[in-house]
């Protein structure tokens, strides 16, 4: 299972990953692990593209988010909170949060 937005005024005019996230824990029983997995390496094997995205590996592009939480948990649980840190795309920061 994915987990995702497509994000257009048609059909999903929201694009908040982790609110998508939290309401697949609260409304589908899934554990803050299997959101994040499904918003990540499985939304990549949906789109055909977990060889070079959607995990972090040696040998695929270093995309990633880092989070401005104690526990990982947090990420579902704290919906509506932008706990956005950095972006990392390709292996170079591209947002950082002023301190």
Do not use: W
Request: glycine share 8%; hydrophobic share 40%; with cysteine.
């Amino acid at each position: 299972m994915a987990l995702a937005s497509d994000f257009n005024p048609g059909t999903c005019p929201m694009g908040n990953i982790p609110l998508v996230m939290n309401l697949a824990s609260i409304m589908m029983g899934l554990s803050p692990e299997q959101s994040i997995a499904c918003a990540t390496i499985n939304g990549a094997h949906a789109l055909r593209r977990a060889h070079e995205v959607g995990s972090l590996e040696p040998g695929k592009l270093a995309d990633c988010l880092l989070c401005a939480c104690e526990d990982y948990r947090h990420l579902t649980y704290r919906f509506g909170v932008n706990l956005i840190d950095t972006v990392i795309k390709r292996g170079k920061i591209i947002f950082q949060r002023k301190p």
